[in-house]
């Protein structure tokens, strides 16, 4: 995406083949499984029409016959490990949620395991993104190189209230920071909104982010992981955002990791936070960083998944997070957005290797806000207004994922299919339990699932997802 494009647009183009890359050669090849015993399949289905909304079906039994194309689940193969599947609770989406009358029931729906979809990945802004009530960084004011006034007093009020909710209701919950802008004072333009960072005061900033991490954990919040910038080559018009070239991000981490070393952290930096059609800018800060950057993270408003599988290949001891992408309101919101996301996100982006799939606000309200500038017609994962509450397909995409997939899973090959096929992603759970996630791109259609030498076929409707599960 370059800066004049709209960093909220919605991204409808993707070319399937790039979407289902396989994603290149496997990080290992484990020893033959034990002795397959499952007889059935645990079916969870969510359909265009919200007829059904992940509903458990009845189980298929292994051995029953099938018709259609096959889809071979073959756990002897093995991929990257996953972290987590979420959203933000930005500034707007934290403040919808915690004034909300229901909002111990939206809490649970979201984050609990048993009771929810079990979310365990938050990215969370530092200072304000485009969905805030207001401007504010940590240090906002006249220069300040000795951050004096450094204070996450704003988060203090319903940010960090929930942060620390989430995590009590799922202690597997991984934390991400992000700012969107440098204090202004820190800014070339003396502004958070447009400009870049100072060169002057590149290590004035990475002390700001230390202390934005210190001062999450003493709020009982560890934050796992960092980047140093949101989408650095975006320069939004009316909302905080900061350009950064790869080289003065380079300088930057190069600065920081050192200083969160000294600080007793072990928050990981990851690098670019910004859309799938530049893997160059990630592959030259993976360069000249080294060991100081764990990964890169990744937005979908430009180019499509495979630009993920570029970096892998380029640097294959590397992570790689799928970190935002907002559903916007269309003539039909829910289809299309159970469709696009299942298809790009949840498979795409996990078949290039990510790590977690990250969607943006958490929830909005019936305005598709609060919002600064920006998209006027975004969705959240909820839709939060006063008591009234809507769970949005944006939900079921990340429920069919993270409610399947604990910490720890690693992603095992299954058999991809064209567009207008039953595109899936395979997962191995901790416990040896397999997740196929599946999305029908096409018509209503028959498949069969094979695994350790058995099947069982299926009827999947029309623009639908699904996940299967049994024993491994």
Known sequence: MTSTVHSHRRLFAVTAAATLLAAGAAYAVSQAPPAFAATSANVWLTT????????????????????????????????????????????????NIYNSPARNSIMTSLFSPTDGIGLDWLRQPLGASDFSRSFYSYDDG????????????????YILPLVTQARSLNPATSVMVVPWSAPGWMKTNGNMVGGGLSTNYEGAFADYLVKSVQAYQAAGVPVKYLAVANEPQNSPSGYPGMLMSAAQESRVINTLAPKLSAAGLSTKILAWDHNWDNPGYAEQVLSATGNNTAGSAWHCYGGDPSGQTTVHNAYPSKDIFFTECSGTASSNTFADSLLWQGRNLAVGATRNWARGVSLWNMALDNNHGPVIGSCGNCMGVVTVNGSSVTYNADYYVLGHLAKFVKPGAVRINSTAQSQGGIENVAFRNPDGSIALVAVNSGGTQNFQVSYGGQSFGYSLPAGSMATFTWPG
């Open 142 to 157: 006249a220069a300040d190189p000795s951050l004096s006034r450094f204070s996450v007093s704003h988060d203090q009020s």
């Open 48 to 95: 265009p029409d919200r007829s059904n909304l992940l509903t458990q079906k009845a189980s298929v039994s292994f051995g029953s016959p099938g018709s259609g194309s096959v889809i071979t689940v073959n756990p002897n193969t093995t991929y990257q490990s996953m972290i987590g599947f979420g959203a933000s609770l930005t500034d707007s989406a934290a403040y």
